[in-house]
């Protein structure tokens, strides 16, 4: 038996609390608990329908798909196509700024639902990760200083050349020059490897066709000036983009191959992998998909 003193104000008075107490204690405190229905599907903070409010890692310096504003909001393509897959798998997605690397190992520590970052679907990351259907198809351009004679990636040889770290423009480089091509200089971002070519400390920069684009058009704010056909060594027709007064280019390699860009889950994790497809594929059968592309890339 338990035995406990307490005190009033009136004297002292010994209660004796016997064992049954205890177990009105436990058995409340049971219900009480199991009366809260938590969902744990993926793990994380309910919200008020009673559903996963999933946390979505990125790197948000990655315009025009993901860029983080001074409020500390993200914004772009990417977190656009993220919110309309999650209205209409019946969820809400939150996305936290991590960086390019960090953010694959948010998902694979359960630190983060998923990672989305114009992430492209490679045989390499595919075996460490699942990934969504595509939501996009790319390409990776040269992003050249204007007065550049280079006409392809060949002519490149032996200059520097900036990519985002680990990435498939890093690899397209390696695929080109090998592996241990000392001229490689990989960033943690892309905004400070754009910086860097423009400065003159890069030839060149290899990157995803919708963010060289973007720089294209946006650096200095200045508009397409004229577009011009050239012909690399193999008689293949490339097209340089040439801009304004700013200082660089775009160049289209005729021997990248595509890509194509998935969202990221846990290896697994084959509930909510589904519906984010489930998602993905409304927004593409209602036209939203379609009105979110146009915001950001024009007509096709």
Not at 37 to 46: L, T
Not at 182 to 200: N, Q, R, Y
Not at 271 to 279: F, I, R, T
């Amino acid at each position: 038996m338990m035995e406990l003193l307490f005190k009033n104000p009136i004297g002292g008075v010994k209660v004796k609390k016997l064992l049954g107490l205890v177990i009105i204690f436990v058995v409340s405190t049971v219900l009480v608990l199991t009366s809260c229905n938590i969902k744990v599907d993926f793990g994380g903070e309910e919200s008020s329908a009673n559903e996963k409010r999933l946390l979505v890692a990125t790197d948000a310096q990655f315009p025009p798909f993901e860029s983080l504003g001074g409020d500390g909001m993200i914004t772009g393509f990417d977190a656009d196509i993220l919110n309309a897959i999650a209205k209409e798998a019946g969820i809400e997605a939150d996305l936290k700024h991590v960086g390019w690397e960090p953010m694959f190992k948010e998902v694979e520590q359960d630190k983060a639902d998923a990672a989305i970052a114009a992430i492209s679907i490679t045989p390499e990351r595919q075996s460490k990760y699942d990934f969504t259907n595509p939501y996009f198809i790319s390409k990776q351009l040269l992003l050249l200083p204007v007065e550049s004679n280079a006409s392809s990636m060949e002519d490149l040889k032996g200059q520097k050349i900036g990519t985002l770290v680990n990435s498939t423009g890093s690899k397209t480089v390696k695929k080109e020059f090998g592996e241990n091509y000392s001229k490689l200089k990989e960033f943690d971002d892309i905004p400070t490897a754009v910086k860097e070519l423009a400065a003159g400390r890069l030839s060149a920069v290899v990157a995803d066709s919708g963010v060289v684009k973007y720089y294209v058009k946006t650096l200095e704010k200045s508009e397409i000036k004229k577009e011009e056909k050239i012909s690399s060594s193999n008689g293949e027709q490339t097209f340089i983009v040439k801009v304004g007064s700013t200082k660089i280019k775009a160049l289209e390699d005729p021997f990248f191959t595509p890509e194509s860009y998935g969202i990221v889950v846990k290896k697994g994790n084959a509930e909510l992998l589904k519906k984010l497809n489930d998602g993905l594929q409304k927004i593409r059968a209602n036209g939203t998909y379609d009105k979110i592309y146009k915001k950001y890339f024009g007509e096709e």
